[in-house]
């Protein structure tokens, strides 16, 4: 089992810089690739970025070149830096570990991009 808490959501204003962190604790060995999904409300859950054992990353093209993805050597905190928000990046954001027994979620951080 593996357990993700997410943190560092808020409140900011559009063009700003906004960090989410990701604890991750439990079976870290038998993950394999860790994403960062967000919904917004009356839409479907969205994925943000992922990044794999080996560090490669990937993005969709809606955040590719404003959000970056990155883990610590112990790949226990997942980061997501995200620059140059727009309200459309407001949602609720989630972290997410796929290992061979399935996939875990934490329980969300709400950003907001508002002036």
């Known amino acids: 089992q593996v357990q993700l808490v997410e943190s560092g959501g808020g409140l900011v204003q559009p063009g700003g810089s906004l960090r989410l962190s990701c604890a991750v604790s439990?079976?870290?060995?038998?993950?394999?690739?860790m994403n960062w999904y967000r919904q917004a409300p009356g839409h479907e859950r969205e994925w943000v970025a992922a990044?794999?054992?080996?560090?490669?990353?990937g993005y969709p093209h809606s955040v590719k070149g404003r959000f970056t993805i990155s883990k610590d050597n112990a790949g226990t905190t997942l980061y997501l830096q995200m620059n140059n928000l727009t309200p459309n990046d407001t949602a609720v954001y989630y972290c997410?570990?796929?290992?061979?027994?399935?996939?875990?979620w934490g329980q969300g951080t709400q950003v907001t991009v508002s002036s």
């Open positions: 439990g079976s870290i060995l038998t993950i394999d690739t």
């Open positions: 990044i794999t054992r080996r560090g490669n990353t």
């Open positions: 997410n570990a796929e290992t061979r027994r399935g996939a875990s």
